[in-house]
């Protein structure tokens, strides 16, 4: 169905903080604070406000169980105990935010800490002692328990002081201080000390002998064998550990960790239906992104949703192969503009406005230039690359899990879509800075109105139905695809089903992108 014809609007200036951040900044949202509301500092995480999918509450926690009844109350446990492959952890419950005990019978289970942490293992508490509101306390056995969620304690909006970021071959990430400088690292050359202060990162490879590859603040690189087996790790919210060479992937300043389990917020306030901005602090290397996991999904819409049209069938269930980074946030002007030099933007005057009047192919060159930037700083993995999203990976993190018309559901009368959306019954016929409504189940902002978002994808009239893995586009054809609705858009349009095309070189007021971080062959 063709969308109605574009127009353009006169831009609404509007008093909202930015912190411009050297270095990399994707789709990170702006930094504000109420007046007399303490921040927490560039170097400290603020508040997690989803955790493992699920919204923490401010003033309880909540025990899900496996027979799907949802407990709300308090954790009694002062502390909780988690047997790794690498150590045994005494974690403080003040520290916690979630834990996950899903995968309980293959010995998979995690604890996310307030600042992102992610511990993998074995939890060795029989039962967790909850008093629910009444005051009545239960001792719940652990094999009853699915997830247990944390609520949002006040005093993390302080910040936790966030230390180097280490992130092990299996998966768990955490953060935490070295206790051995400098680093003996032996080379062709002989042994060689790198201070602490010298090194921006550590690349650790398996061989005969392990070779790690360390990059320095200078840009130059020393490659060879730490001539220690064990290094010595204060962690930041947790006990001393001395972690084994081969069992780590790589260490930096601050890395947000590379995990399905948080699939959620990172590092950012959940606002409410008032809130002026969604909080943030300084972005590098992959803040400012979630961890989109693999799954499967249907995509598209049944043929008796409300709003549909024709182009959002025949539902076809597609399966992602493969995690992926994606930015909870469009693009900012600022951020655009840092990376390429220039704000195409129609509507400016607020750097932490989604930037628009971007074609497709000048979003797909900044993909590329953040690329470039981020291997000559050694901050990507190796075969990563920024890239638009696919459609279908734009679906399904919008839908995040959900089948309904929107990520919260099916909300007929849309008397709920101005809490996640902008759109034209409260847009007031002008974008908004980014991060300002509720976010998805999965931590994205915007998915639903504010700009449209450019997808990978060339445009196909129909889906094609059956079930595929990744569902690539078409290999010929003129279009490219674009999706969530705007701000210049009516409610239906903006449904996590709805679908559009533009030409690559079209350049509209209401239409932006935001970036995935992927292998680079999607």
């Known amino acids: 169905m063709k969308k109605p014809a574009r127009r353009f609007a006169v831009v609404r200036s509007r008093s909202v903080g930015w912190l411009i951040v050297a270095g990399l900044s994707i789709g990170a949202g702006t930094v504000t604070a109420k007046e007399g ?26 025990l899900l169980l496996r027979s799907g009844e949802q407990l709300t109350g308090v954790l009694l446990n002062e502390t909780f105990t988690l047997r790794t492959s690498y150590a045994e952890l005494k974690l403080e419950r003040r520290m916690l935010a979630g834990i996950d005990l899903n995968d309980g019978a293959r010995g998979i289970e995690s604890i996310i800490t307030i600042n992102s942490n992610r511990f993998s293992g074995f939890i060795e508490d029989p039962f967790f002692a909850f008093q629910d509101p009444t005051g009545s306390r239960t001792d719940v056995r652990r094999e009853k328990v699915l997830k247990v969620i944390f609520g949002a304690r006040e005093a993390e909006l302080h910040g936790i002081p966030q230390g180097r970021w280490i992130r092990l071959k299996n998966g768990d990430g955490f953060s935490g201080q070295l206790l051995v400088d400098p680093l003996p690292l032996v080379t062709a050359s002989g042994q060689v000390p790198i201070g602490l202060k010298e090194a921006a990162s550590l690349k650790f490879t398996t061989g005969a002998p392990p070779q790690t590859k360390i990059i320095l603040r200078s840009g130059d690189v020393q490659e060879g064998t730490l001539a220690i087996e064990d290094l010595p ?59 989109i996991p693999a799954g499967e999904f249907i995509m598209g819409s049944p043929t008796d949703e409300v709003g549909r049209d024709q182009d959002e069938g025949p539902q076809t269930r ?28 129609n509507l400016t005057g607020d750097p932490a406005s ?9 979003a797909v060159e900044y993909c590329t230039k953040l690329t470039q930037r ?136 209401d239409l932006g992108f935001r970036v995935v971080l992927a292998p680079s062959q999607p």
């Open 318 to 345: 597609v399966m992602i192969a493969q995690g992926f980074w994606m930015g909870r946030c469009e693009v900012t002007q600022a951020e655009y503009q840092s990376v390429m030099g220039t704000n195409p933007s």
């Open 374 to 509: 981020a291997r000559a700083t050694g901050r990507l993995p190796e075969g990563y690359a920024y890239r638009l999203p696919t459609e279908a990976e734009w679906e399904y993190a919008c839908r995040a899990g959900t089948t309904t018309r929107y990520s919260y559901g099916d909300d007929k009368s849309y008397t709920q879509l101005g809490d996640y959306a902008w759109f034209t019954g409260n847009s007031d016929s002008t974008k908004h800075p980014v991060g300002t409504r509720r976010p998805n189940p999965w931590g994205l902002f915007d998915m639903h109105g504010n700009v449209w978002e450019w997808c990978l994808d060339r445009w196909q009239g129909f889906l094609p139905g059956s079930s595929l893995t990744n569902l690539p586009g078409p290999a010929e054809g003129a279009l490219r695809v674009a999706r969530g609705g705007s701000w210049l858009y009516d409610a239906k349009i903006c449904r996590s089903a709805n679908r559009d095309d533009y030409s690559p070189s079209n350049r509209c007021s």
């Open 37 to 62: 509301e303490t921040k927490a500092s560039p170097s400290e995480p603020p508040q997690l406000a989803v955790v493992l999918n699920v919204e923490r509450p401010s003033k309880a926690d909540l």
């Open 233 to 291: 790790i204060q962690l930041d919210v947790g006990p001393k550990i001395q972690l084994y060479r081969d069992r780590i992937d790589t260490i930096g300043d601050r890395l947000v960790p590379d995990t399905t389990t948080l699939a959620a917020t990172q590092h950012v306030t959940h606002p409410d239906a008032s809130s002026a901005v969604a909080s943030a602090s300084s972005r590098t290397n992959f803040e400012g992104m979630v961890w």
């Open 354 to 362: 989604p930037v628009e009047k971007v074609s497709w192919l000048e």
